[in-house]
């Protein structure tokens, strides 16, 4: 009877360990996923790929966007590719924004801009997917760019 409480108190405390490091472990996952994360070669890697394959087309292999006239309205009145690289100003958005715009598009957000023609990707691609192809985007950007995003991302953390 002694020696079962035991057992039981000892495998609780083992339970509620596993637990704790399991709920650690998971966490540490879903941070590693949800955000830009140029460190994690994995996911630039892949990103690259669903880059070349969702985005290209409309960005421009090099990410250097539709046309060199990106600012210009098209004659429909919507606007052609920006460029990702760092001559566009996807790099002055914090990473949640260029999140949002990649899986719902923009018109979710702004009622004040004219229609687009960028598409939303939530049925196209996973969440994870989304960062993959944004953390490859960040990661073609000269170190001072990325710098400056990192700051821009951090101000906005905080003002949240
Ligand atoms: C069919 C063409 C098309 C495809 C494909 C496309 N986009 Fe776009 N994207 C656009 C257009 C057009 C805009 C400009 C939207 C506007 O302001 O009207 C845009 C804007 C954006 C912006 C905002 C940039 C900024 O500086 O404000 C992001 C971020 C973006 N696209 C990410 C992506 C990603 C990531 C992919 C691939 C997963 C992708 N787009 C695929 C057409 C496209």
Redesign the pocket.
Known sequence: MKMNKHLLSFTAIAAIGIAIVTFFDLNRDNTARAGIDITNQKQVALGKT??AQ??????GKNLEG?TPN?RQPLPDG?????P?DAT??????PDK??FD??KF??SGGSKN???????A?KD??TDSE?WA??SY?KSQWPLEIQQRHDTLNKHHHMSK
Do not use: D, E, N
Not at 78 to 82: E, N
Not at 113 to 119: A, D, G, I, R, W
């Open positions: 669903l880059y969702q985005c290209a087309v409309c960005h539709q990106w919507t606007f052609p590719a920006p990702h566009g100003h996807t790099w002055h958005h924004m260029l715009i990649t598009s923009r801009l004219p229609p687009t023609t960028m598409p990707f196209k691609l989304i192809v944004l985007i």
